[in-house]
């Protein structure tokens, strides 16, 4: 009988740390570990640390911190699959339930390297933590609680700071990682010596990270069981494209020998317009098409992709609405060839892209990757960008939670999610008009950390699309509506 275990041996020492276990870490960074421990002398392993309290990483346990990734893709008009099993990953810890364990591998010598993806909301700070808790509750305070045990078992040894290579998707995320544990330091009034080890001792890289992962495939499954005899749960699927930005010291491209692989990794100076242009366009669009597009009943990106009026839709949103306002960084030749490269990825057959998937944390995904468009775009040309709107009023129709009978499983801040239900129970009711309802959002700080009323048109416009994909639906609406003047 097939076994759902994967027996190999892995003798190399644990040199990363990793927050986070979900499929795009494990289709990315330890798919480049995997690479590096087969074609250089890196010889690492992966401890994962699950940073949140739900969830236990159960399949991974199960199968040893042992899967599969198939990266698929065309490429030079062919199709492209590689099949990759994975076995850098020694141990998986439960920052809540195995906190002993999860602050113990601060003591072990090797680790060099802290990788994370928290989610945009991941990166904060909240007074609220303390160094008594096991575990604090943000990722940073976790982080500074690991450090400070660190700092004090090797007695502030320099050689045992770490490289701390975040991998969420906001602007300086490696400058805002290392404010937020310095943060920490003060509110918990640690030493200056502490202080000074962090600063000086330990390396805090700004990152910009791309590679559209999919996730499990049922199909590709079977595939895997076939050819290796057992059930892989954790199996993931990604596109072959990928490039990794990383802005530091030029020392840890010594250390991370990437240029002895054919991965594309590439040690910047500056990373700032290059993540402007992925954010702005790649992320942007993904942002832009997920409520838009679920609404209308569309389930993964490619099937977006295949409708010609949400085709329509993401296309006219990027040349319309981003490429005019990256015109000063970029040349417009640059700005259409890396759109049409995104359209292309997009299209990609192999991906079966959810949605629903993509929709994590949409409010935090609108604010970092929409808003700064829509405000630029008002600033250059004086008036609303009206596909980023449009998108806008269907992420507030989908954060209803339920669209024409059916139920939208929502994922997000509770804070969020509380403030959504209270306007949505008050328009239902008639405690307040639809143009109150619009206000109230519009003018959310919580949610925009901006007053999106002073913008001319937009709650207007905004007010507008909500009536109409309500009454209309999202493809009728994107019909009748000329987003294009």
Partial sequence: MKSNKIHTTRDNPAKVLQFGGGNFLRAFIDDFIEVLNEKTSFNGNIIIVKPTKSGDYAALKNQNGHYNIILEGIKDEKASSITRTINCISNIIHSYNEYDAYIATAKIPSIRFIISNTTEAGI???NNDLLEDTPAKEFPAKLTQWLFTRYNHFNGEKDKGCIF??????????TSLQKAIIDYINLWELPNDFKEWILKSNYFCNTLVDRIVSGYSEKLSEKIYKEKGYKDELLVV?????????EGPDFIAKELPFSQTDLQVKFVNDLTPYRKLKV?????AHTAMVPVAYLAGIKTVKDVMKQQELLNFVQNFLQLEVMPIMSKEFSENEIENFIND????????????QLIRISLNSITKFRTRLLPTLIDFYEQKNSPPKHII??????????????QETEI???DDEKYLKFFKRQWDDLNKERISINQFTHIIAKSELLFENDLTQFPELTILLEQYINSILSMGVLNSLSAINLEN
């Fill in 124 to 126: 904060t700070f909240n």
């Fill in 165 to 174: 290579l975040p991998c969420e998707l906001i602007e300086s995320n490696g």
């Fill in 238 to 246: 990604g596109e072959t494209y990928h490039s990794w930005l990383i």
């Fill in 280 to 284: 702005r366009v790649l992320n942007g």
């Fill in 342 to 353: 995104t359209l292309n990825r997009f299209k990609n057959p192999y991906l079966e892209h």
């Fill in 390 to 403: 449009f998108s806008l009023a269907a992420l507030i129709v989908f954060y209803k939670g339920k669209y």
């Fill in 409 to 411: 499983p929502l994922k």
